[in-house]
């Protein structure tokens, strides 16, 4: 038997074991069958297609068996369609401690007016990406929140649509139908009490903006939540082959691929993960005929407090700031 061979009955024998319902050994066996069949693949998937280093970026010694410290990653949905210029549609400060198996996400709504580092004005934060890109976005929510960040992930939004296809469809919470209708914006509807919703409603669900900016925030978040709790799911190992395809130069980060591989599978093999939202809201102002969110000054102190919290490894984890723990202190 031939060393090609003997891999392929291995993993066969894994996943007829992991089909037929050996639960206790479920996780280590998926994790067997993924290194056997896929790590390597998705390595140089990574590699050639999605990683995508700033200038500066230090090589940092990352590739560990298990992450124990908290990081920060700024994560940047953009509008991009072909060659036209891209802007940041969604912009989240999102804080991971992967021994506790939580997530922190900052969002940032993109009409918020602030100081656009490397520009030398003031303009909307989306409009960041669209003049400097991930560098000039990362700089500018750096300055903003007064924190920086360790490493950044963007997705274009055809990467998104066609990814939730091929987990199956989300599952999201839509009570009345969402009708997109404005004269200057791409008509849609999407009908309420669906039990699974397909990559295009999905995309709409978070792009939608006609109530409001924050509203459409608060949207991302619900739709990050429910992809993550898809994703973790062992059943979508499968689908990583696919779901690496579809992404390809859909997907940019700075995170070194052994690194992303390492993560997945610690946070696959531990408990659920949880994920605390919280929004830095802000008040409607117009200036020169254009419309601007000026951020609430209450609002981005706690958002740094946030940070600050979840950041420290010595915080454990009953003393983890929350959203209510703004509200309380009101």
Same mark, same amino acid.
């Given at each position: 038997?031939?060393?090609?061979?003997?891999?392929?009955?291995?993993?066969?024998?894994?996943?007829?074991?992991?089909?037929?319902?050996?639960?206790?050994?479920?996780?280590?066996?998926?994790?067997?069958?993924?290194?056997?069949?896929?790590?390597?693949?998705?390595?140089?998937?990574?590699?050639?297609?999605?990683?995508?280093?700033?200038?500066?970026?230090?090589?940092?010694?990352?590739?560990?068996?298990?992450?124990?410290?908290?990081?920060?990653?700024?994560?940047?949905?953009?509008?991009?369609?072909?060659?036209?210029?891209?802007?940041?549609?969604?912009?989240?400060?999102?804080?991971?401690?992967?021994?506790?198996?939580?997530?922190?996400?900052?969002?940032?709504?993109?009409?918020?007016?602030?100081?656009?580092?490397?520009? +030398?004005?003031?303009?909307? $934060?989306?409009?960041?990406?669209?003049?400097? *890109?991930?560098?000039?976005? #990362?700089? !500018?929510?750096? %300055?903003?929140?007064?924190?920086?960040?360790?490493?950044?992930?963007?997705?274009?939004?055809?990467?998104?649509?066609?990814?939730?296809?091929?987990?199956? +469809?989300?599952?999201?919470? $839509?009570?009345?139908?969402?009708?997109?209708? *404005?004269?200057?914006?791409? #008509?849609? !509807?999407?009908? %309420?009490?669906?039990?699974?919703?397909?990559?295009?409603?999905?995309?709409?669900?978070?792009?939608?903006?006609?109530?409001?900016?924050?509203?459409?925030?608060?949207?991302?978040?619900?739709?990050?939540?429910?992809?993550?709790?898809?994703?973790?799911?062992?059943?979508?190992? !499968?689908?990583?082959?696919?779901?690496?395809?579809?992404?390809?130069?859909?997907?940019?980060?700075?995170?070194?691929?052994?690194?992303?591989?390492?993560?997945?599978?610690?946070?696959?093999?531990?408990?659920?993960?949880?994920?605390?939202?919280?929004?830095?809201?802000?008040?409607?102002?117009?200036?020169?005929?254009?419309?601007?969110?000026?951020?609430?000054?209450?609002?981005?102190?706690?958002?740094?407090?946030?940070?600050?919290?979840?950041?420290?490894?010595?915080?454990?984890?009953?003393?983890?700031?929350?959203?209510?723990?703004?509200?309380?202190?009101?």
């Amino acid at each position: 038997m031939t060393k090609k061979t003997k891999k392929m009955v291995i993993a066969a024998v894994v996943l007829v074991l992991i089909a037929s319902g050996a639960f206790a050994f479920r996780k280590p066996l998926a994790l067997l069958a993924f290194d056997i069949f896929l790590s390597d693949q998705v390595e140089n998937t990574l590699e050639k297609k999605s990683y995508k280093p700033l200038e500066g970026d230090l090589t940092k010694a990352e590739n560990i068996a298990v992450q124990t410290k908290p990081f920060s990653v700024l994560l940047l949905g953009t509008d991009q369609r072909g060659n036209e210029p891209a802007r940041s549609d969604t912009m989240i400060y999102s804080v991971i401690r992967p021994k506790e198996s939580k997530v922190l996400l900052v969002s940032i709504p993109r009409d918020t007016y602030t100081e656009i580092i490397g520009k +030398g004005k003031k303009d909307k $934060i989306n409009h960041a990406f669209a003049f400097g *890109g991930q560098q000039m976005a #990362k700089d !500018t929510t750096e %300055a903003l929140l007064d924190h920086t960040l360790d490493y950044y992930a963007t997705i274009n939004f055809v990467g998104l649509r066609d990814a939730v296809d091929a987990l199956g +469809g989300v599952e999201l919470p $839509i009570q009345k139908d969402i009708v997109n209708k *404005g004269a200057d914006h791409e #008509k849609f !509807t999407i009908k %309420a009490n669906q039990s699974i919703y397909n990559g295009t409603d999905a995309l709409n669900y978070v792009r939608y903006r006609e109530d409001s900016d924050f509203n459409r925030t608060k949207r991302q978040q619900v739709f990050l939540d429910q992809v993550a709790k898809k994703m973790m799911n062992l059943n979508q190992i !499968t689908k990583i082959r696919q779901l690496l395809d579809i992404m390809g130069t859909n997907l940019q980060t700075n995170m070194q691929p052994k690194f992303i591989i390492d993560l997945s599978k610690q946070l696959l093999t531990g408990s659920a993960v949880e994920i605390t939202s919280f929004t830095v809201m802000g008040e409607s102002m117009r200036l020169n005929g254009i419309s601007y969110d000026r951020v609430d000054e209450d609002d981005l102190k706690f958002a740094q407090d946030l940070i600050d919290n979840w950041m420290n490894s010595a915080t454990p984890t009953y003393q983890l700031l929350t959203p209510e723990d703004q509200v309380k202190a009101q």
